[in-house]
């Protein structure tokens, strides 16, 4: 049977004309899918910047905001590539069984909710039972400092995850042939390793750029009113307009002035980062092997390891995970464990946001790789020319960079115009507009890698698409698709800006977290039965419950397994 179905699927593959509907209908799903419904959103409401434009004020905090949207953005994605590869490559070359275990922590920061772990950074760094109490004041104060921790904790797994899948798939002959011929370890790494693996690095570098443009709930949590950045100020005005102290017009002409200005410039940037980076040569730093010699062995490795193990646990694993404190508190009080588990008061509508949020990721995992693996394959392969590819490329990136709450509404507007359709049906719109881009980058950079001499030997030899694919292609990029799946899945998981916009019936677990967070922070007790234990024990379980999958995930896809 398996044998048959692989015949027909060599089959099909060989027809030209049935390999480029793919690539057609892959086209078309993503414009009328993923591009398309914001973009319109937005442009429906251009008629409004000439409200802005009547109110200078307005306009230059706008301009202020989006310039530290670019400046953070860009500081933090090159802190994140530093930072990073040293990380991924303990992960991905390390001999330690307990890898598997530290590979996972280091998706951690994804599967806490935006505005959960903008919360539990504000605590651990500025509040006191942090770090705080140690110096009797605020370590790290409201603004633009630890709006950048924020950025580095939350972008940070991406690059981590990228270059991860990078390493993976990279087959070691040419560094060990290196090595033999007497180059130390970083001068293999330096002058074989990282110049194949360069298009994972840009796409690391992109992929934390964008989402550090566009991330919202969180970094509106820990800017407390000091700090702006583009989201910052479209969530700002849409809190002004909602409490009554600006008009409608202003509203949209600042949201839509705002929205724009990071599209256009952000795809600028992205263009020319593609550019730049494929010009740019490596091997670099000539002349650097005597230093190299001696970072290379037991000692500095050591050191080396221990500095990224550091930053990790200390930056971005304990910051993150500060909020689930309360989980631990709860171990001591048994009534607390039998209300959750038996779906006791709010625990009931925890259970059911928890199910939605995995079943809504499972589905948009499926769908990101079903959809974004013909997109990948079309950039990185230049299959209607290197233009159309650098178009398509560059395309990707808008649904990330737009702010996930603008987003949602745009997606929200476009999709109300169809009657009748299923707020889980919008969801999945709006989580596969947000995460496609994720998986396309990560699996395009990863195809990048290949050389097409390869296959192109393999088809000579009688090979057929589907066989080349499944022999060649899917051994050296199986890691890159679980890692841009697990970026997705993650992402998914944690997504609380659009999910917010696009469902008024539906709750996600983190929608449903954030109202319990703001319950507690209000101090109102807006919400019967919710404290911050309740709010700790719940991202506590959330982390524990993804943690746990996305372990398993990875021990059933080691070498060999797949």
């Known amino acids: ?43 429906t409401k251009t008629g409004s910047l000439e409200n802005i434009f009547e109110n200078p004020e307005l306009m230059d905090t706008a301009l202020g905001a989006i310039s530290a949207s670019f400046i953070i953005g860009l ?28 590979d996972t922590l280091a998706d951690i920061p994804f599967v806490v909710p935006t505005a959960a772990l903008g919360y539990s950074l504000l605590l651990f760094w500025s509040s006191s039972g942090g770090i705080s109490d140690l110096f009797g004041h605020p370590f790290v104060s409201p603004g633009w400092l630890l709006v950048m921790l924020l950025h580095f904790t939350f972008s940070f797994p991406v690059v981590v995850r990228v270059i991860v899948g990078a390493l993976m798939d990279y087959k070691m002959e040419y560094e060990r042939a290196s090595r033999t011929l007497g180059s130390p370890p970083l001068t293999a790494a330096r002058t074989v390793t990282l110049p194949i693996i ?25 800017a407390a009113g000091v700090f702006l950045n583009g989201p910052v100020f479209i969530q700002t005005v849409s809190n002004q307009f909602n409490s009554g102290a600006i008009s409608q017009a202003s509203y949209e002409g600042a949201t839509v002035f705002a929205s724009l200005i990071l599209i256009v410039v952000s795809l600028i940037l992205f ?41 990790f646990l200390l930056i ?6 500060f909020v689930a404190l309360p989980a631990f508190q709860a171990l001591a009080t048994g009534t607390t464990f039998i209300d959750v588990f038996t779906g006791s008061g709010v625990w009931a509508s925890y259970w059911q946001s928890l199910f939605l949020s995995y079943g809504l990721a499972a589905v948009v995992t499926v769908l990101g790789i079903l959809l974004g693996l013909p997109m990948a394959i079309l950039i990185a392969r230049k299959t209607f020319g290197k233009i159309v590819s650098g178009v398509l490329d560059t395309l990707i990136n808008i649904p990330i960079i737009v702010p996930s709450i603008a987003l949602g509404i745009s997606l929200k507007f476009f999709w109300s115009n169809i009657s009748g359709l299923p707020e889980f049906i919008l969801l999945v719109f709006a989580h596969l507009a947000i995460t496609y881009p994720y998986f396309v980058r990560s699996m395009s950079a990863a195809m ?23 022999s060649i292609v899917w051994p050296i ?18 997504e609380t800006g659009a999910t917010l916009a696009v469902a008024t019936e539906l709750q996600t677990a983190p929608v449903l977290i954030v109202n319990w967070v703001n319950s507690v922070r209000t101090g ?34 080691k070498k060999g397994n797949v």
């Open 1 to 43: 049977m398996l044998s048959k179905i692989l015949n027909i699927l060599n089959y099909l593959s060989s027809k030209k004309t049935i390999k480029y509907a793919l690539y057609f209908f892959a086209i078309i799903i993503f414009f009328a899918l993923i591009l398309v419904p914001p973009i319109i959103g937005i442009l």
């Open 198 to 222: 360069k298009p994972s690095l840009i796409a690391a570098f992109t992929l934390a750029f964008a989402r550090s443009l566009s991330e919202t709930g969180a970094t509106f949590i820990v």
């Open 448 to 470: 990048e890698r290949i050389t097409i001499d390869m296959e192109e030997a393999s088809k000579t030899l009688g090979a057929k698409p589907f066989t080349v694919f499944k």
């Open 271 to 311: 263009a020319l980062i593609r550019v730049i980076g494929q010009k740019m040569k490596l091997p670099f730093g000539h002349g650097l092997a005597s230093l190299e010699k001696k970072l290379s062995y037991k000692k500095a490795v050591l050191s080396r390891n221990g500095v990224a193990l550091g930053v």
């Open 524 to 557: 109102l007790s807006t919400i019967v039965g919710v404290n911050e234990l309740t709010v700790g024990l719940a991202c506590g379980l959330l982390i524990l419950f993804s943690f746990i999958i996305l372990l398993i995930l990875r021990l059933l896809t």
């Open 75 to 102: 500081v933090v994605s090159a802190l994140d590539l530093i930072a990073g590869l040293p990380l991924a490559w303990l992960i991905a070359r390390g001999k330690s069984k307990w890898l598997s275990v530290l």
């Open 477 to 494: 990029t199986k890691y890159s698709v679980l890692s841009g799946a697990i970026i997705v899945f993650t992402r998914s998981v944690s």
């Open 316 to 321: 971005v694993l304990v910051p993150s995970l």
